[in-house]
């Protein structure tokens, strides 16, 4: 059974860092993008950051763009997305997803990609 399961969530005060990570398991993902979106009560998931398979190439969100850091381990399976300077607004369900086929034009589109994990809570206080 594929599965990407997140870890790492909880609650921060404004200004603090946390990091998330996921695990996949079930397959190598090694040959697939990687990435993140988030999802606010009441919004639409909002696309992250992704990470091509080799590591070499990382895209952001304007919104989280010199705050946010993704990796990954190819070796371990796993993904990670380092968070700093949070602020209220990043509070969201945070969701790891993977794919193989994604491009600059489909990256941003939660539908191009078919693998989620089950989310984890990111709550930052002020």
């Known amino acids: 059974q594929v599965q990407l399961v997140e870890s790492g969530g909880g609650l921060v005060q404004a200004g603090g860092s946390l990091r998330v990570s996921c695990a996949a398991s079930?397959?190598?993902?090694?040959?697939?993008?990687m990435g993140w979106f988030r999802q606010a009560p009441g919004k639409e998931r909002e696309f992250v950051a992704v990470?091509?398979?080799?590591?070499?190439?990382?895209y952001y969100s304007d919104s989280v763009q010199g705050r946010f850091t993704i990796s990954r381990d190819n070796a371990k399976n796993t993904a990670h997305l380092q968070m700093s300077s949070l602020k209220p607004e990043d509070t969201a369900v945070y969701f790891c997803?993977?794919?193989?086929?994604?491009?600059?034009?489909?990256?941003?589109?939660?539908?191009?990609?078919?693998?989620w994990g089950q989310g984890t809570q990111v709550t930052v206080s002020s």
């Open positions: 997803v993977a794919e193989r086929d994604i491009t600059f034009a489909n990256m941003r589109d939660p539908d191009a990609y078919g693998y």
């Open positions: 079930g397959r190598t993902f090694s040959r697939d993008a």
């Open positions: 990470i091509s398979w080799s590591g070499s190439q990382t």
